[in-house]
């Protein structure tokens, strides 16, 4: 299967700081025992050596003619790794716009795994104050209008997915309380 992945070419590196920095780093972890894959390019001799190195020498290193140092990029995977980030960021926004519309810890427990402590931090850092009590209670028809609407959306989409499209349909509303109307047993 090593045919069927992209080949990378590699790229001069003429930063003095970047290849100092490598060389450091390489030196680190030759010094911590790590089994790198880059220490692999090195004879131990060399390795030594660049060790013992005073730094203003390994400075000197930096500054050939040619570069000591080639980099490759793996943009697939750069690309998969920016995706990740990007599907991170949109996480969290959605959990900031769910505690910013009044969601109950129960609720974000079961959409986020969000803990107790979490919790109140993030209502903390929205700037949400503690109010003691349950939420407002919908009247019998806008519960049953609620609930409609939830039905409407079905079981196809991911749970917290309906709760944003709940949300945005029922604005006027906390989505504690149209959490209420959802599981409130009374009716």
């Known amino acids: 299967m090593m045919g069927d992945l992209p080949q990378l070419k590699a790229f001069p590196i003429t930063a003095h700081a970047v290849t100092l920095n490598v060389l450091t780093y390489l030196i680190d972890e030759a010094d ?9 390019y090195l004879q131990p001799e060399e390795l030594d050596t660049l060790r013992n190195l005073p730094l203003r020498d390994i400075l000197r290193l930096t500054d050939q003619n040619r570069p ?34 009044g969601t109950p810890h129960v609720l974000m427990e079961e959409l986020y795994g969000t803990p107790i402590r979490e ?11 503690t109010r003691p009590g349950r939420p407002r209670v919908l009247k019998p028809e806008q519960v049953q209008h609620v609930r409609k609407f939830w039905r409407q959306l079905g079981n196809r989409m991911p749970l917290p997915s309906r709760y944003r499209h709940l949300g945005e349909a029922f604005t006027e509303d906390s989505i504690a309380s149209l959490y209420a109307a959802l599981h409130d047993a009374r009716d």
């Not at 911590?32 to 692999?40: C, H, K, Q």
């Not at 919790?119 to 104050?129: C, D, N, T, V």
């Open 32 to 40: 911590r025992g790590t089994d790198s894959a880059l220490l692999a």
């Open 119 to 129: 919790f109140r931090e993030l209502r903390r850092i929205a700037g949400m104050s």
């Open 68 to 101: 000591l140092l080639h980099i490759s990029i793996d943009s697939a995977q750069l690309r998969l790794c920016l995706a990740r980030v990007r599907l991170r960021e949109d996480m969290e926004a959605d959990r900031m716009w769910f505690i910013r519309r």
